[in-house]
């Protein structure tokens, strides 16, 4: 098949495929037949009936994106869009849990601030919140906990993302902690829970509400956001406002802030203490304290990761020009430290250049040409390391309800 | 049953997009009782998870809707629809 492959990769590349019988004259074509077929929509990694299922969509505002569900409305952001590091509004994927989501008008809105261990409550409404606070402004990666969930083998049940359940944007809002400590922190503050308009479409069904700790809301880059990329919020992404979060996966970043509460005790809603949970020590990422009631713990920031926006499996390039591997590379607030390329299924890694420094959350671009000047398969990698010295794994490291997935992806094409 | 038609048709006008109405459950025994889960959210997701959940799989699931999200369905519809969700959208048995 090809010589720059080492013989021990090579099967793992068949295996991997799953498709050894049928392997002949045509190794990529098999390939592109396994893997990336359904290059306008997704990966053929995700699920048959998620491929079948999927399709692109316009939901009022926004640019068609890959349609997952439409009712709670969860799109996804096609992998094009992510060659600009700053994703734009209109491609800003969407995913909401529950059905019941109002159009909420400026002028009816309002932020109750509030709860056991604040001195005082305030209401605020958006000309008091734009006004009364100083503005802060962070460019941020949202990333669904479950982005990439489609990938998982074996399958996981959810909303069977591929690799766009994510975005980057410039926030500008208040910081949260101004707004608490007009309301007043008493000394015995645990978290603070966090409520959107949103609701379930029965009495029955548990809002979607949020708790992080006290000191991630005391935090100077976590925000209430009421403008994305210098515009207002979209409907779909928390109009009028938005909690921002930043390292921390979307679970956390409440769209469309109705109520911020001030907490001694832990906040075990269903949405804190059985959804967004991870076994317990699986991952390196910090431990929400308060929450450890049980035998998971909740997830909480994001683990190191890239995505190559350049190639696409299946595709082919032409000999003697150099391959450019593009992409970007994020982690959970730590920064990018290195993105690392290899052509050659993992024997060697030669270190990317890296784009403009927006800041450590933020989405960091690389790019490098590999040298083309032999035809035949090649597979790209790419590996991304944070500052924290973590680094992409080559084994999923597999959870029941399939969060962090970060493992390194191959790409499969054809030099001709 | 009136009710229950009633009730699916109310939801019916709920759907958010016209395009959700175009989703199609696979026919079979049971389609029509596991249509009740058009209360809550659009059919997309059963076929979005497909095919790798087995009866037990589905029937965690229809359970968790019942227990965790407040669904109105009976309880001797579980099996029912468990029995129409491992059938359509099952995980295919091995070969």
Redesign the interface.
């Given at each position: 098949m090809t010589r720059s492959l080492k013989n021990t990769a090579r099967r793992r590349l068949l295996a991997g495929a799953g498709a050894l019988a049928l392997f002949g004259s045509s190794p990529l074509r098999a390939f592109g037949a396994e893997i990336g077929s359904s290059a306008a929509l997704g990966l053929a990694e995700i699920?048959?009936?998620?491929l079948?299922?999927?399709l692109l969509?316009a939901l009022p505002g926004k640019v068609p994106l890959i349609?997952?569900?439409?009712?709670?409305?969860n799109f996804e952001t096609p992998v094009e869009y992510f060659r600009n590091p700053i994703t734009p509004n209109k491609a800003f994927f969407v995913r909401w849990h529950l059905?019941a989501i109002p159009q909420v008008a400026a002028k009816d809105w309002a932020l109750t601030v509030g709860g056991e261990s604040a001195e005082r409550e305030l209401k605020l409404d958006l000309q008091e919140l734009k006004t009364q606070f100083r503005p802060a402004q962070v460019t941020a990666v949202c990333q669904c906990s479950g982005n990439r969930r489609g990938l998982f083998e074996?399958?996981v049940?959810?909303?069977?993302w591929g690799v766009g359940a994510m975005g980057n944007a410039v926030w500008r809002g208040v910081r949260l902690k101004d707004v608490l400590q007009k309301a007043g922190v008493r000394g015995n503050a645990l978290e603070v829970v966090l409520d959107g308009a949103d609701r379930?479409?029965?009495?029955?069904?548990?809002d979607f509400v949020k708790s992080i700790p006290i000191e991630v809301a005391l935090d100077d880059n976590t925000l209430i956001a009421f403008e994305m990329n210098g515009a207002p919020l979209p409907h779909w992404n928390g109009y009028p406002a938005r909690l921002i979060v930043p390292g921390w996966t979307g679970t956390y970043w409440v769209k469309q802030l109705m109520s911020v509460k001030i907490v001694p005790t832990p906040e075990k809603n269903?949405w804190m203490s059985?959804a967004y949970r991870l076994p317990r020590g699986r991952f390196r990422t910090p431990t929400f304290k308060s929450q450890l009631y049980s035998p998971n713990e909740p997830i909480t920031t994001m683990v190191v990761n890239s995505l190559v926006t350049s190639l696409r499996s299946g595709q082919r390039v032409p000999r003697g020009k150099p391959i450019e591997v593009r992409g970007i590379a994020w982690d959970g607030g730590s920064g990018v430290a290195k993105v690392e390329v290899s052509a050659d299924y993992g024997a060697s890694w030669t270190p990317a250049k890296l784009g403009k420094d927006r800041g450590r959350f933020s989405f960091r671009e690389f790019a490098l040409g590999v040298p083309a000047s032999e035809s035949g398969a090649r597979v790209i990698m790419a590996r991304a390391t944070g500052n924290t010295g973590e680094t992409q794994v080559e084994q999923l490291i597999h959870n029941p309800a399939g969060y962090h997935h970060n493992v390194i992806q191959r790409i499969y094409i054809e030099v001709v | 049953m009136k009710k229950t038609l009633a009730l699916l048709a109310l939801l019916a006008a709920q759907a958010a997009f016209a395009q959700e109405s175009k989703i199609a459950l696979k026919d079979g025994p049971g389609r029509d009782k596991a249509m009740q889960c058009v209360a809550c959210h659009s059919l997309d997701y059963i076929p979005m998870n497909s095919r790798f959940l087995d009866k037990a799989g589905w029937t965690a699931s229809v359970n968790k809707m019942i227990n965790v999200f407040g669904a109105q369905i009976a309880k001797e519809d579980v099996e029912p629809i468990a029995n129409y969700l491992a059938q359509n959208y099952g995980k295919p048995p091995a070969k």
């Open positions: 699920p048959d009936g998620a079948a299922e999927q969509y349609k997952k569900t439409f009712r709670p409305p059905a074996p399958h049940a959810g909303v069977e379930g479409p029965l009495d029955k069904t548990p269903f059985a | -």
